[in-house]
Every structure is written in C-alpha cells, then in structure tokens.
C-alpha cells in the first residue's frame, strides 16, 4: 500500500462502506434511523484510519481479523488451545507490525516488566495486545513483531506503540510465555490441594478479544462442587488482566479418568477415593 492506492481508497470510502454493509446486514435503501447514523459513523472512521496510515506508509496488509489458534503445551504433557481474533498484522520492510482496534479511550501507561501486564489490571489492553503479539510470534515465527493500540475516540493521536515501539525481544515472550502458564495453574479446586489443570479438569481455553471461554469437566457428576466450581472458575478467569467477560463450559465427555492428571497430582497426595469424590 502506497500513496496512490490511500489516494484511491479515500475517493471511494463511502462507496466502499456501503457494499461491506450490503454484503454484511442490509441493503443501503432499507437503511433508516440509527443504522445511518451508524453508517455514517463508520465512515469517518475508516476516513480516519487512512490518514493514520498515510504515515506509515509504504506498508503490505497480510491480516485483518485473523483468527489465531496455537497449542500451549505444558512440562506435564497437558495442552491447552489459545485462540484469538486480531484486528489487523501489517508488513514493513521485513517486519511485522500488530494493530489492536480500540473503541474506548486508552491509557497509555508503560509497564517496566513483563510481569506487570499480569500484575496490574491498569495494564489489561497491553496485556491483550502482547497476547496477540505472542500467538503471531508462535505463528508466524523468526519476524521482528511490533505492536500498537488505535483507539477510535482519540484517532488522531494515531497508534500508540508498546515497548517504546521496539519489536519485542524472545527473551521478552518467553517470559510472556512464562507468565501466562503460570496464570493459568493458578486456578485451584477447593476440594483437591492441587491446580484444577494438574488434575486434568481443563479441556480447553478460547479466547476472542475479550472474552474468555474454559472448557473444562469434573471427575464425575456426581461432583459435591459441581454447582459452585464452574461459577468460581468463571469469577477468576474475569479477573485476569485483559479479559472482559468470561464463560464456563461444564462437559462430560470425553468422561475424566485418573489417566489426564499430571505428575504433580502424585497419589502420595491424592488417594482414590478422595479423587473419585470430587
């Protein structure tokens, strides 16, 4: 994308908006009240976000929305699915650069550590960010990665960089890395002295901006915290930096067994049947 072609682009905003509109929800004469109002919202917006642009330029697009997944793989032999959605990945001269679409107003506040974007909710659309930043690392790997936030109420501040715009080092993800494991082994069962995803109840973990889904079982229904567990897992995974909503899926199948619990749940310290009661 050049000069030229942000020229062409700015001709046709309009034009542009309506056919995403058309293609997505309504056809433009059936239009009325808010959803013009809307309409006409989107496309200042887009008007905005191309003179933004204009300073970054010449640049490639290689992502918009992208859905991420990877495989978090645990000392244990347990993995679990990360998944998100990011807005836009830009290429630079050989570089790849993170965009993060905000639609509230953002604090740009500069952590001094890794461990700052766990420890400090004021840090949660950063943490969400080096997430995004983390999972491109994982999939797209052996590129210098960058990442900036664009809040749409104060666009003409343009993107505002993390890392004092440096691309982040692999000492700095494998912290990331480090952390986030650690994070996730931080949910404890009340009944059991160990971490519910030690003891294999955790299935899966999606994420999708800022919505966090668990899918996770108990060893069996008859679990006496099978009322309780999935709405305290929920309660903490909400409070985790960056997350905004969080929802529990209770299944049973695949049925636990004593097979998925790591080696930290050794039977020197869980025995049968206090296993099978929970």
């Known amino acids: 994308i050049d000069e030229n072609v942000l020229k062409g682009l700015s001709k046709k905003i309009n034009d542009l908006v309506d056919q995403a509109i058309h293609l997505e929800f309504l056809a433009i004469d ?3 009240g808010k959803n013009i109002l809307l309409r006409n ?18 640049f490639a697009i290689l992502q918009l929305e992208k859905d991420v997944t990877s495989i978090f793989e645990f000392q244990s032999g347990k993995v679990v699915k990360l998944f998100g959605i990011i807005d836009r ?6 570089s790849l650069r993170i ?12 952590p001094t550590a890794i461990e700052d974007y766990f420890n400090n909710t004021d840090y949660k659309e950063q943490f969400q960010a080096m997430y995004y930043a983390y999972l491109t690392n994982i999939s797209i790997p052996g590129r210098q990665i960058s990442v ?30 480090s952390h986030l494991k650690e994070l996730i ?17 955790i299935y899966g973990v999606d994420v999708a901006d800022t919505h966090v889904v668990v899918t996770m079982t ?12 999935p709405g305290e897992v929920e309660l903490r995974v909400s409070t985790v930096p960056g997350v ?35």
């Open 89 to 94: 990945v830009d290429e630079k001269d050989g």
């Open 148 to 177: 900036g936030l664009m809040a749409l109420k104060t666009m003409k501040e343009g993107i505002w960089m993390l890392n004092n715009g440096e691309p982040f080092s692999a000492e700095q993800f494998t912290q990331f890395e």
């Open 41 to 58: 919202v989107i496309r200042e917006l887009v008007s905005r976000i191309l003179e933004v642009d204009k300073t970054y330029l010449p």
């Open 218 to 229: 108990l060893t069996t229904p008859h679990c006496p915290v099978a009322e309780s567990m």
């Open 99 to 110: 965009v993060d679409y905000k639609t509230g107003k953002v604090e740009k506040r500069k």
């Open 30 to 32: 059936q239009l009325e």
């Open 244 to 278: 905004a909503t969080a929802e529990v899926n209770l299944v049973w199948d695949p049925p636990w067994d004593p097979q998925k619990m790591s080696d930290a749940c050794s039977y020197t310290h869980l025995t049968l049947p206090r296993i099978y009661s929970v």
């Open 185 to 201: 082994t931080r949910i404890f069962d009340p009944e059991i002295p160990v971490n519910i995803y030690d003891l294999g109840l």
